[in-house]
Each structure stands twice: as C-alpha cells, then as structure tokens.
C-alpha cells in the first residue's frame, strides 16, 4: 500500500505539468504481447517521449521524472483501429481506458483538426488519426458518404483527400470494379493505404496486392465471399486465402453483441456508464433513433445476429491459427461506448477462444505494424527502444489474471504520464451537467418529432454556441429525410440547422440542396450544392442535386409517353411505360403515380424514383439529337443503360 500511495502522489505531480518528460520507470515487469511473457523487474527510461533503454539503469539526478513502479506491470498502450469520433471530449475517454491511439473511420475537416491537436505529447486524451469521407458508389449506404459514379472523379476525390492531409482512404460496399481500381491505383501513386469494406461488385480478390491494407470487419469479408452460410471448410479455407495475402483484418467482434443487447434491452444500454457518453451520441441511442430498433422483427433479427456472431468467431479464430494480420477495432461509438468499448472486444475474442497473448498482440504489436504503413508513420505498440513510451501500468498480469481496465493505474502516452484517478475525475467533473443534458435531449428529440420543433431547434442551436452538440448530423439529417414528405417546412429547418452546426462536412450542404429542389426553391439549391462540391469536389449527389436544380430552371412544355427497358449486364430486367407531363409552371405529372415520384427536370432531362421492393430506383433521362437514352442506379451500386422507346410525339416548347 505504502509503495502505491507513493506513486500516487508522484504521478500527480507528474501529470500536472504541461511538456515533454523524460521519465526514469524503475521496477516495472515488462509484459511482451510478441512472446506471451511477462518480464523481471526492470527499468525504462524515456527520452522526449520515446523509449530509449531498457535494462538496469541507475537513477538521474536531475532532468528525470523518476516513477517506482514495484509490484507493477507495463503492457503497451492499446490501439483501436476503427472508432467514429463525433466529439473531441470522446478522446479523453478512450485515453481513461488506455487506448493511446484511434483511427477515426470516417473523417471530415473537423477531424484534421482534433487529429492535429491530438498529436501533442501532452494533449490529455488518445492520440488520432482519421480517414476522410469515406467513398462510397453512385446511390451511398449513407448519406454522409462521397459519393463517386466513374473513375475519374474517383482519381480527384483521392488526390484531394491526400492533398488534405488524412491519414488514410475509407472505402464502402457499393462502388463499382472500376471505380474501385481507380481508387486503389490512385492511393498507390501518392502512398496513402486504404481501408474499408469490401466493394460487393468486385469482391474481396479484386483489393489483393493492392493499396488496400485494411478490411474494417472481419464479418466483412465472409459477407462478401459468401451467398450461403459458409461451412467450416469455408471458413478455414478463406482464413488462410487472408493470412496468405497479408490483409489487416479488423475484429469486431463485440458489436454484435451491442446490437443484441439494444435489442433486448435499450434502456440497460443508455443506463451503461451514462456519464462517459457526450450527449450527441446518446441522441443516435435513443429508440427514435437507433438503427437495430428501426428492424420491424426483432427476434427474427436478434437470431441472425447471433447467427453472425458465431461465423465471426470461427472465422476470427481461423484467422488467429492461420496467422493472419488482426487488428482490434470496435466501431464505437456508433455501436458501442467509447474505450471500454476495447476491453469489451478483448473479453469477447477470448470467449471466442483466442489464446491471451494473441489477442493483445492484435491490439497492440500487429496495429502498430498496421499505423507504419501510414503516410504519417509512427512507432507505437511495442515497449522496446526506439517506440514512443506508450504503456500502461497495471497492477495485475494480464496473462495471467484476464483483461481487466480496473487493473490500469497509470497511462504513459508519448512519454507523459496521466494518472487513471486525475482522468476520472476529470469526466466526472461534468457527470450531474451530463445527467441533466441528456434528459434534455430524450426531450427535444421528442419534440422534433411534433409541433413542438421550431422551440427544440432553438434549444439546440443555443446549447451548441455554448459548444455543447446534442445531436449528431446524422441523426439530424435522418430527420430531415424521414419528414420531407409528410412536413417540408420541419424538413428546410432541421436541414439549416444541421448545415449550421456541422458547416464543415459537404453532407450537410447537399442535404440542403436536396430540400430546396424539393421545395423548388431551385436557385438555393444551387447554392448549397456548389457549397457541397467546394468541399467534395467531385460528390455525384451533390453534383446530381445542381444539374437538377439548373434544369429544372429551365422552361419549356412536354407531353411525352415512354416505354422504358431497363438492362443489366446487356440484359432487359424490365419494363415500365409512363406517361411525362410538364406544365408552364414547371410542375410534372405522370400516369403512373403509385411507381414513380421525385420527377424534375427540363424538355431534355428527367429525373425520377421508381419505387421497388429493394427500395427505390433512380432514373435518370437524357435527350441528345432527338433521342432518349438514360441509366438506372439500384441498391448495392447496382447501375445500368436503359432503352427508351417513344411511344407518343413529343410535344415541347423550349
């Protein structure tokens, strides 16, 4: 007791000063992730934030911080691959649970910014980096996501990425082979790795011995290689196609867990450590707002999701035997609680029967591997000499005993220590203004809901010029979305208020764009969709939204019955014929009403929706030398021409 009273006070000293350290550690067992082992007493000495010697080394006099660790352990700081920041305060949470080092997975302005600060040594919260919008195909997953439709608006959107400053490319499931290829070729001739999902058209041999060095899930993978439950033959076989290429693979494991529990039980979840959660990711929690809870048969889905979880697990501990390249990464906070996040993956991957020294590697040694393959390298998890002094100090062997954050005294990060007890106390400082704010926010989001809105909004934006969020952009443009039919004018105000609150993400801007075409407000459409492009130069929907919003200025009369084939692969799928009216006052009709909706254009460019059982259809018609043609964009970046056959005369006056 003696000796950690002592080292309380010393680390309390320590951590109130404010520039780089070096640091004397004395009597400290070094767990080795490599070797499974934990070392005798032995000293570290830490020079301008990095490890310079280890061994038997005799006390400094003056210029040293000098830590006796006896009875302690030191185990590399932890890493997680796979986080989505939507506040800078998160990174002080996950420093509280010795995670040293994030990747943020889906980055914006904003992000460049908290990664810039968050490089300091003495910055009081986890180390960042972050990947830029992530790419996406024609019709994104996401609204938030880059859109890009061919390959070169692919090559600009890496380029300006890279010129930027990210760390590194995300890209997700729907883009097309070549558009993918023009990514990857790209990403190679400026050095910048990419990471992300595995585009469904192309698959997972396609990003083989490429710039693709990161998969975000391991589910990922399996989904995209598979149209069936796979078998374990399978699974083992593809394990060892991975491990053979050597691909980063990011675990995962745990969020399928999360899932299950906001299933069963959502309130346990919002109840869970409720203090150490900024208020705009709790607002994506809430019942009204919660992906998992937006499934119409949550026992049907509970069962596939644990269906998952065990392929997962398989497929995790074929990946482990074969010796593939596993990182740790969470997908917190959207799926789960900043930093105990990890120690959640942690246990999961042991239940999963992954020996300790394996799973620590994976959080530590091999995620370091991965970071050196970034443009901005770095030397972190190994405690060995040349490393930045990243560790913790812990009072049990995590070999021995399990993982357990209780068990964490002290964090070292780039050689300056934090004292677990000051971090704590400094997120408790704001846990009763916490309390309180989220309450407000299960309020407001209630009122967003009714006639009450014009006052939540209000509330909202005072509480941000305070620099309090309390709701993320995606919850809000979510909103947006869900009432632009029922309520246009709840639509423009939460979409202007979104746009004031996350100014610097182009997503918001083109969401925008989006409602004024709706509302045929069609020159503010064409503001915030030059907004959009200034900052994602080359987004299709935001480029989409301005042609709209220019030709639907245009004048001109039609009357115009059409058959319309829509092909795949040069194969005819369908048909649909339907009549296209549009008036002086520019307003458009069709004889198919209960299939087609969003109409606008000119004399020479429709474009609509066709309702599906996949979701909606986007159809876009172009006239040139008197003839129709156009193309389609289906779910999943499914794309392809249609043949259009005029089956009335045109009627038009320009």
């Known amino acids: 007791m003696k000796t950690f009273c002592i080292l309380f006070i010393e680390i309390l000293f320590l951590s109130a000063t404010s520039f780089a350290q070096n640091l004397l550690i004395k009597n400290v067992k070094i767990i080795s992730a490599k070797n499974g082992s934990a070392s005798n007493a032995m000293d570290i000495l830490v020079v301008n934030g990095k490890i310079v010697q280890i061994g038997s080394i005799p006390e400094k006099k003056t210029g040293y911080r000098i830590i006796n660790a006896d009875g302690l352990f030191a185990m590399p700081g932890l890493i997680d691959l796979h986080v989505h920041v939507h506040d800078e305060s998160e990174l002080l949470t996950y420093l509280r649970y010795g995670i040293t080092t994030v990747l943020n997975m889906d980055g914006s302005p904003e992000h460049l910014a908290w990664r810039n600060k968050s490089q300091v040594q003495h910055y009081k919260g986890s180390r960042m980096f972050t990947a830029g919008h992530t790419l996406d195909g024609p019709k994104p997953l996401n609204w938030m996501f880059w859109s890009v439709a061919d390959t070169i608006a692919a090559r600009k959107a890496v380029l ?91 675990t995962n494991l745990s969020m399928d867990l999360r899932s299950i529990g906001e299933l069963r039980s959502i309130d346990s979840i919002l109840s869970f450590k409720s203090e150490e959660i900024h208020p705009a990711i709790y607002s994506q929690w809430l019942p009204s707002n919660n992906r998992n809870l937006a499934q119409q048969d949550h026992n049907g889905y509970i069962g596939y999701l644990q269906t998952v979880h065990t392929l997962n697990q398989k497929f995790i501990r074929a990946l482990q035997e074969k010796g593939a390249a596993l990182v740790l990464g969470t997908d917190a906070s959207t799926m789960d609680h900043p930093g105990i996040s990890m120690w959640h993956e942690l246990i999961d991957l042991e239940k999963a029967g992954l020996d300790r020294p394996s799973i620590l590697k994976s959080a530590t040694v091999t995620a370091g591997e991965f970071l050196q393959k970034m443009r901005n390298k770095i030397s972190v998890g190994n405690i060995e000499s040349g490393y930045m002094a990243d560790l913790l100090l812990v009072r049990e062997n995590p070999f021995s005993n399990g993982f357990n954050h209780q068990s964490i005294v002290t964090i070292v990060k780039s050689g300056h220590v934090f004292d677990v007890t000051e971090l704590e106390q400094t997120i408790q400082q704001s846990k009763l203004q916490s309390r309180e704010i989220k309450k407000l926010v299960v309020r407001l989001d209630s009122q967003l809901l009714n006639k009450d809105y014009h006052s939540s909004l209000k509330e909202i934006e005072t509480y941000d010029t305070k620099g309090i969020r309390l709701f993320t952009q995606w919850v809000l443009g979510n909103k947006v979305f869900n009432s632009l039919n029922t309520n246009p004018s709840q639509a423009l105000e939460i979409g202007i208020l979104n746009h004031k609150l996350y100014k610097t993400h182009f997503a918001t801007s083109s969401l925008l764009a989006n409602v004024y075409n709706q509302r045929k407000e069609w020159s503010k459409a064409v503001i915030e969709a030059r907004k959009a492009l200034i900052l994602a130069p080359t987004d299709f929907i935001a480029s989409t939204h301005l042609q709209k919003a220019i030709s639907a200025m245009e004048s001109g009369t039609m009357n115009v019955t059409m058959e319309i084939i829509r092909y795949n692969y040069n194969q005819p799928i369908d048909t649909l014929t339907a009549n296209f009216s549009r008036t002086e006052q520019k307003n458009w009709q069709t004889s198919q009403p209960q299939q087609i909706s969003n109409m606008i254009g000119s004399t020479s460019k429709i474009w609509f929706d066709k309702n599906s059982s996949y979701g909606p259809i986007h159809f876009h018609l172009l006239k040139k030398n008197n003839r129709w043609e156009g193309l389609w964009i289906g779910g999943f970046g499914t794309t392809g021409k249609v043949i259009i056959n005029i089956l009335n005369n045109i009627q038009s006056v320009n």
């Open 160 to 250: 300006h990425q890279f010129n930027k400053g990210y760390d590194l490319i995300k890209m997700y499931g729907t883009l097309s082979p070549d558009v993918t290829a023009s990514i990857l070729k790209t990403a190679t001739s400026v050095k910048m790795p990419v990471a992300g999902h595995i585009p469904r058209q192309g698959g997972l041999t396609k990003l083989f011995k490429s710039s693709f060095l990161l998969a975000a899930h391991a589910s990922d993978i399996m989904f995209s290689s598979f149209d069936h439950i796979p078998s374990d033959d399978e699974i083992i076989k593809l394990a060892d196609q991975v491990s053979k290429e050597k691909l980063f693979v990011t």
